[in-house]
């Protein structure tokens, strides 16, 4: 049987598969922490709380929702598509806005150096 679990609750699995996952989880966690790999792992349309989740669960920590957003829209990565959800998907809120990833800011910065670093 296979199934998704979190990472904290992968059980013993056969061979060296325990040790791969573990690599994975902190290979993703150095990922995230330099690049906005984050907005590759959500759909096109995506809001904050969507986000916001990911990168703690990636990371393993909680953020203030508040100055995690204010990072986030310092950055310029996140382009406001000025409609809001209508709660049907993955951890939707209806109501919540809609954002997407700005790749081409992303691209301008990383051209002059920049990390993404929350």
């Not at 998704?4 to 059980?11: A, C, G, K, L, N």
């Not at 013993?12 to 984050?38: M, S, W």
């Not at 406001?80 to 998907?89: E, Q, T």
């Amino acid at each position: 049987d296979m199934q998704w679990v979190p990472f904290s609750e992968v059980p013993d699995l056969a061979f060296d598969h325990n040790e791969i996952v573990q690599y994975a989880k902190e290979r993703l966690k150095r990922r995230v922490k330099r690049r906005p790999v984050g907005f590759r792992l959500l759909p096109d349309e995506f809001t904050l709380g969507q986000l916001q989740t990911l990168y703690e669960t990636a990371l393993g920590k909680k953020f203030d929702k508040r100055n995690f957003r204010k990072k986030l829209f310092k950055s310029k990565l996140l382009i406001d598509l000025d409609k809001k959800s209508d709660g049907s998907g993955y951890g939707q809120h209806k109501g919540s806005l809609l954002f997407s990833f700005n790749a081409e800011a992303y691209s301008m910065m990383k051209l002059k150096g920049y990390d993404f670093v929350l």
